[in-house]
């Protein structure tokens, strides 16, 4: 183990905002990149069913 | 070889009866350059240092502002298609095309750039070396710039598009024309930029030309 | 012909490989989650403190993966619209559509984490060092593709007029490398090296489980994309209207 403590692992040398920053950004956008394209996903899957049931009903009215 | 000359003589008839276009963007380049010292101040060593970076960009955004030009009226008033479906190979067409757009849009610059370099405190060699960076850098901007011109036709956001996609493709021959003055000024020479600028003109006369036509079959379909 | 050979073409066509990059996300994103574990414990459990740059040096763990990945996940991209444009193949356009965004992303935060490296170590947020100026030029070029394809209404234009920029693009990446490369020993000499005189090998070792971790979690994002690239552009399916999730 290299740190002595938990508040020099935050504190990274006096890096801290650096180091964190970078790393913070990178977790920060493999979080939100997934949730923007299951969004997108969910939103074509509703358009989808849409569809599918204005197709069942159109044909049941014929 | 005839298809070639033929193309770019009524490219060049259809632009002499509409000269403002190309005006324009002359005009354009000499406004531009005209700016940076206003903005930065008329200090001669300060101008002398940032005259070739300054001039090459306001080349390339002249170039830039022209480039549009060279498929949108044909492809307007279904030219492109019979240039497409004829005989000749559209390749050739293609480069007729581009050499009018360059003899038009790129020589104009070539010519004026010595008098405004002389805005910008640059000797006579400097000015020299200048020159053949731009004869040999514009036709590159012409021939690079020929392929985003292909792709966006007809697009949305045409013109802003276009600019997107080819000005990061300008970039190798922005730094290795400016370069080249700067190198001149400095005493290092400016041979091995333009050598350089020289081995990307030719390696764009052979493959630009073949995009640009793999492109604008797209555009056609 | 064998039959294992007809069972890979089988996955050409979305229909096919739509179930198929379904079933592989999971361990994707499970391999990416280990890598990343790994990785990082190494680069803050194990590799020790750097003589000149102190802690702040473990931005390496994260600025030279995105880097490695963005370019990487260009060339891939441009592959596959090759492919798409040369085959006629609709499935390789759509897997190139789907990587840009995350290509763009990893130019991002190579971007993103060299500014924040570059702070501490050479004072300012933005140098204009080679590989630096290189990734930006690089990041155009992902805005560029994605611009380009999002401003043509017909899909089939759009992945063939992409797959031109793209390949153009990747013809040009190494001469624009190059090229700001020259330009950048001219201007600013040597004062700018990056950490690479000695590294230690449980830095290496940091440095390769990250950008696995990375390379793993961008497959598993594009894999995921792609599938909804596959439901939007195929909505006139059969297929696709049978679907479970379809049918609620």
Known sequence: ?62 | ?221 | MSNRLINWFRFASPHNFYPLAGRMIPVFWTLSALFGIAGLWMGFFVAPTDAQQGEGYRIIFVHVPTSWLSMFIYMVMATWSGIGLSLNARLSSMMAQALAPTGALMAFLSLWTGAFWGKPMWGTWWVWDARLTSELILFFLYLGFMALQASIDDPRRADKAGAIVALVGAVNVPIIYFSVKWWNTLHQGSSINLAKSSMAVTMLWGMLLMALCFWMYSIAMALTRVRTIILERETHTDWVKELPEVKT
């Open chain 2, 1 to 221: 070889m005839n298809a070639i000359l033929a193309v770019a003589r009524r490219d060049l008839l259809m632009v002499m009866r509409r000269k403002s276009e190309v005006l324009t963007a002359l005009f354009f380049f000499v406004i531009v350059t005209s700016l940076f010292p206003l903005g930065i101040g008329p200090e001669p060593t300060l101008l002398r240092k940032i005259a070739p970076g300054v001039l090459w960009v306001a080349a390339l955004l002249a170039t830039m502002l022209g480039l549009q030009r060279m498929f949108a009226a044909d492809h307007a008033d279904g030219t492109l298609e019979q240039m497409a479906i004829s005989p000749t190979p559209l390749v050739m067409l293609v480069v007729g095309k581009i050499g009018a757009h360059w003899l038009v849009s790129g020589l104009p610059l070539v010519l004026v750039a010595p008098v405004l370099g002389i805005q910008f405190d640059l000797d006579g060699s400097a000015l020299g070396v200048l020159v053949v960076a731009l004869l040999l850098g514009t036709p590159l901007l012409s021939l690079i710039g020929s392929i985003g011109a292909a792709l966006t036709l007809g697009v949305r956001g045409g013109g802003v598009l276009l600019s997107l996609l080819v000005l990061p493709l300008f970039i190798p021959a922005l730094i290795f024309g400016a370069g080249a003055v700067e190198a001149h000024i400095s005493g290092l020479g400016a041979g091995g930029h333009l050598s350089l600028l020289a081995a990307m003109l030719a390696l764009a006369v052979f493959f630009a030309p073949w995009a640009t036509t793999a492109a604008l079959r797209i555009a056609l379909e």
């Open chain 1, 1 to 62: 183990m290299i740190w002595n403590s938990s508040a020099e692992f935050f504190a990274m040398g006096g890096y801290g905002l650096y180091v964190w920053g970078s790393f913070g950004v990178c977790a920060l956008a493999m979080i939100v990149e997934p949730f923007l394209v299951k969004k997108r996903h969910n939103q074509i899957l509703q358009t989808l069913r849409h569809q599918v049931l204005a197709e069942k009903l159109e044909k049941e009215t014929l």
